[in-house]
């Protein structure tokens, strides 16, 4: 049964830092991997998808990367800013999408 | 991105009545849906897949008979909440996929379920 994990579950940094969001999972057999943002009480957002052949995928200030031999994934976010404030959740999909619990980001102005 | 619409976003109803959620795909064939139950400040937990004329795969411990899942055509699922009472309120989303498992998931916008 796969399973996903997200580290660390909450961070806080000042706006304009950069920093790294992990995501790991058990079964290595996955198809692709999706990064999603969701803001309090609202729906999901999808910010990257990679798929398992890929090592990386970029998007703005966003940087996603993917080893799934290892059964890791990280978000980069760049220049962090206060509207980055959300929770973010990593997503693997194989016959079925798995999310992990996801990391409430704070950026403080 | 290709769009999925989820009605209704917010619906209050008595102990044991039931109501039912609409998940669409705007503009592409879903030939895979999942539903999802999350619980304030907690992740989304899977309920079910269903693919489109087959009957719903559940996860341990959902209840088939109480969330009853309906995938009959390529642009709608439907979860109906039979009997529903508070301990049912959560809110709830569904993601919808193109035939392929590498293809990317997209998801409703959620439905905010309340049972009083």
């Known amino acids: 049964k796969q399973e996903v994990t997200q580290i660390p579950a909450a961070l806080s940094v000042p706006e304009g830092e950069n920093l790294v969001l992990n995501c790991s999972f058990t079964d290595s057999a996955i198809y692709n991997l999706q990064w999603f943002r969701q803001d309090p009480g609202k729906g999901l957002t999808s910010l990257l998808l990679?798929?398992?052949?890929?090592r990386e995928q970029t998007s703005g200030r966003l940087n996603a990367s993917l080893d799934k031999s290892s059964g890791r994934s990280t978000l980069y976010i760049a220049a962090s800013q206060p509207g980055d404030s959300a929770t973010y959740l990593c997503?693997?999909?194989?016959?079925?999408?798995?999310f992990g619990k996801g990391t409430r980001l704070h950026i403080l102005p | 991105g290709a769009v999925v619409s989820q009605h209704p976003s917010r619906v209050i109803c008595k102990s044991g009545t039931s109501v039912k959620i609409e998940c669409r795909s705007l503009?592409?064939?879903?030939?895979?849906m999942f539903w999802y139950r999350q619980f304030p400040k907690q992740s989304l937990m899977l309920m079910a897949t269903s693919n489109e004329g087959s009957k719903a795969t559940y996860e341990q411990g959902v209840e088939k008979d109480k969330f009853l899942i309906n995938h009959a055509s390529l642009t709608l699922s439907t979860l109906t909440v039979t009997s529903a009472h508070p301990e049912d309120s959560s809110f709830y989303i569904c993601s919808a996929t193109r035939q392929g498992r590498n293809t990317e998931a997209f998801f409703g916008q959620g439905t905010r379920l309340t049972v009083v």
């Open positions: 503009d592409f064939q879903a030939t895979t």
């Open positions: 990679i798929q398992s052949s890929q």
């Open positions: 997503a693997s999909r194989d016959d079925k999408i798995i």
